[in-house]
């Protein structure tokens, strides 16, 4: 079966002295589960895991696949420096439970799409564990329509994460690998465009406001699945302006975390290191974050409304996207 539905990257609450927090990071994993994703993404960029060392990697890993004890699949982020490495990581996730791993294309160096299929070849041919590639290019060596196809002959690269939010090469994914990998996962990483996803035939996605708001996350993934493209569409005009607020004002992270905050949990001080300005201004954008929280109706209003709301997206820009999309499948036969 392929991998589907709603996974979290999710946070890692720190303790008063910056090491993980444990018992409030099962709490977190616990509650996620409760409120209905359908799997959890430990070690992603919105973990910081380049802020952890290999060995806090690992056992974030394990505390998550402990406590979801099986009630969802985990995707256990394995981007590591170099290929043996990442083998490595891949070996010690396998053997903590885990389903499936994301590899994220080489980063640092910027390769040639060659070296890209060179790279994740090797890690596909020794892996005991399934791989899902991980695409994000603003951050690592892209991978490209030709090389995605190469790698999904591999029977251990089962699916793939694209967080460039780009529903033309995510249409063209699909329409190349589908049809002989009927298995093969394609999971948006952009939430801002979570149910136009959907609708062109993504199997999920892995979102950053799922630490926030997971019903609202599950919510759009099951009216796009009920064929609701309507009712995803207003629930989605309502994530955007949330996930721009949390995104846009702040360094990322930041923004989750301080949202997540608002939903009961202590994620403590971030090890990103931050000016005293950055601090006030945090505090002051968390109730703005306060209010859009209030309007899902889980968080109560702030007594006074200390900051505008932030990220307004543009609702014909989106409107426009989800026609071009839907006359596309139209044309193709899909309806």
């Known amino acids: 079966m392929p991998l589907k539905g709603i996974f979290t ?3 890692v609450p720190l303790d008063e002295h910056g090491d993980i927090n444990e018992a409030e990071l099962r709490r977190f994993v616990s509650w996620l589960i409760e409120k209905g994703v359908h799997g959890l993404y430990p070690n992603g960029s919105t973990g910081e895991f380049t802020r952890f060392t290999p060995e806090e ?4 890993v394990r505390i998550t ?10 995707l256990a982020g394995a981007a590591e420096a170099n290929a043996k490495e990442t083998l490595g990581a891949c070996e010690a996730y396998a053997g903590m439970g885990a389903t499936a791993v994301a590899i994220v294309s080489p980063f640092y160096f910027r390769l040639s799409p060659d070296s890209v ?7 596909a041919r020794a892996s005991p564990i399934d791989i899902t590639l991980y695409n994000i290019p603003m951050f690592a060596s892209p991978i490209d329509v030709p090389t995605i196809r190469r790698l999904a002959e591999f029977p251990r690269v089962v699916g793939i994460k694209d967080s460039s939010g780009d529903l033309a090469f995510m249409m063209r ?10 298995d093969f996962s394609f999971l948006t990483g952009w939430e801002a ?5 959907l609708f062109i035939g993504c199997n999920g996605g892995t979102n950053a406001s799922s630490n926030v708001v997971p019903e609202v996350t599950r919510e759009i993934y099951d009216l796009c699945a009920a064929g609701k493209y309507g009712d995803a569409m207003a629930w989605q005009y309502k994530l955007i302006e949330l996930f721009d607020a949390m995104l846009f004002p702040f360094e990322f992270p930041d923004g989750f975390r301080a949202a997540a905050e608002l939903r009961g949990f202590n994620f403590g001080k ?6 005293d300005e950055q601090r006030a201004d945090r505090a002051t954008l968390k109730g703005g974050l306060q209010g859009l929280l209030s309007g899902f109706g889980v968080a109560d209003a702030p007594g006074v409304v200390t900051a505008a709301r932030v990220g307004h997206f543009d609702r014909d820009m989106i409107s426009r996207v989800i026609s071009e999309v839907m006359t596309g499948l139209e044309k193709r036969g899909a309806f």
């Open 9 to 11: 990257p999710t946070l």
């Open 57 to 60: 990697r690992r056992r974030i």
């Open 65 to 74: 696949c402990e406590e979801a004890r099986g009630r969802v699949p985990v």
């Open 117 to 123: 299929y060179a790279y994740f070849a090797e890690i």
């Open 173 to 182: 994914m699909i329409n190349a690998v589908r049809p002989s990998r009927p």
């Open 193 to 197: 465009v979570l149910a136009p996803m």
């Open 270 to 275: 971030s090890r990103q290191p931050a000016t």
